[in-house]
């Protein structure tokens, strides 16, 4: 047990920096991108911390806190805010999503040469919701350390283009602010990002993006038990078959919960505070247990993979935006 809270409490303390750098820079940079850079950094210049007495704590984050935060993510959303944003930014946003994803695993696998699982991984993050859908997808493609760290710098990479980027072309788009905050939430990948990159374009887009976006999100859950489903299915139900993502249920009863009860404002708040401590904390440990030498052996292909993604949500999206508030 002492072996276990040792690892709880560096991970804690990672996080409590972690979030409190988020908080004072102001600059929607999500606390579970500081918390994966501050793992990183402090785990290859002092490696016995992912090993030993620490090991037992940090795997304990990274698998079962994770698993807690991503049921309670679900906290943020409700189905009154998808039935508000309407049928056109849920057609954007389940298009992107499914072409994102298809594209990832099929450029990844036959033109890339790259492993199922990091083309997945960075696939989910492109698609969904950036760094939160790459852990949920983790134990479910059976990723290695190394490969979801290196995914998650992807989204940190091309969601940070997207977040500064959009404002500059929104002028430039001829989308209405509904249309614009469509295209936001439906294209970049963090919610963090999404809040940056709609706040800078006003009030209106700001709304209708956060909402759009948080829609996506909700998509986290089917697309983690029709994956899981569908790797079963790939290795004929076998020893290798794919976990189901009992998370994923939690997902929606939350989700479900937040949608037809009143919850005390108190309680929504502290299960929100709850699930960005366990977000982070499992950030943290997988950069503590992540080695710079072990991310050459992933090479330079899902860079390439994920700015390949990056392109087809930004002009892909543009396109399906275009159509979708056109028609609806």
């Not at 695993?105 to 040469?113: K, N, Q, S």
């Not at 997902?251 to 009143?262: D, E, G, P, T």
């Amino acid at each position: 047990m002492s072996g276990i809270l040792r690892g709880v409490v560096l991970a804690a303390l990672l996080a409590s920096a972690s979030i409190a750098l988020s908080q004072q820079l102001s600059s929607g940079v999500s606390p579970l991108i500081f918390a994966i850079l501050l793992g990183l950094v402090l785990g290859n210049a002092l490696p016995f911390l992912a090993a030993g007495p620490w090991q037992a704590g940090l795997a304990f984050c990274k698998q079962r806190l994770l698993r807690v935060g991503v049921a309670c993510y679900g906290i943020n959303i409700t189905l009154q805010q998808v039935a508000e944003v309407g049928s056109g930014a849920l057609l954007v946003d389940a298009v992107m999503l499914v072409s994102t994803l298809f594209l990832a695993y099929w450029l990844g696998r036959r033109w890339l040469g790259l492993d199922a699982a990091t083309s997945l991984l960075v696939g989910s993050g492109s698609a969904i919701c950036g760094a939160a859908a790459v852990l949920a997808a983790e134990p479910v493609v059976r990723a290695r350390p190394q490969q979801t760290t290196v995914a998650v710098g992807t989204v940190v990479l091309f969601g940070t283009i997207a977040m500064f980027s959009y404002p500059l072309l929104y002028p430039l788009l001829g989308l209405s602010p509904q249309a614009m905050g469509i295209y936001t939430g439906a294209t970049v990948h963090e919610v963090a990002q999404v809040v940056a990159a709609g706040s800078a374009m006003g009030d209106d887009v700001a709304q209708t993006a956060v909402i759009t976006k948080l829609t996506r999100v909700m998509m986290l859950a089917p697309v983690l038990l029709v994956l899981g489903s569908w790797l079963s299915r790939r290795h004929g139900g076998s020893a290798v078959r794919a976990p189901l993502p009992w998370f994923a249920f939690g997902f929606i009863a939350v989700v479900v919960a937040n949608s037809l009860l009143s919850l005390p404002s108190g309680w929504v708040a502290d299960i929100r505070q709850f699930d960005t401590w366990a977000l982070t904390m499992a950030m943290a440990a997988l950069g503590l247990g992540t080695q710079f030498g072990s991310l050459k052996s992933v090479g330079w292909k899902p860079l390439v993979l994920a700015a390949i993604l990056f392109l087809h949500l930004s002009i892909t999206g543009l396109i399906v935006t275009h159509m979708a508030t056109n028609w609806w």
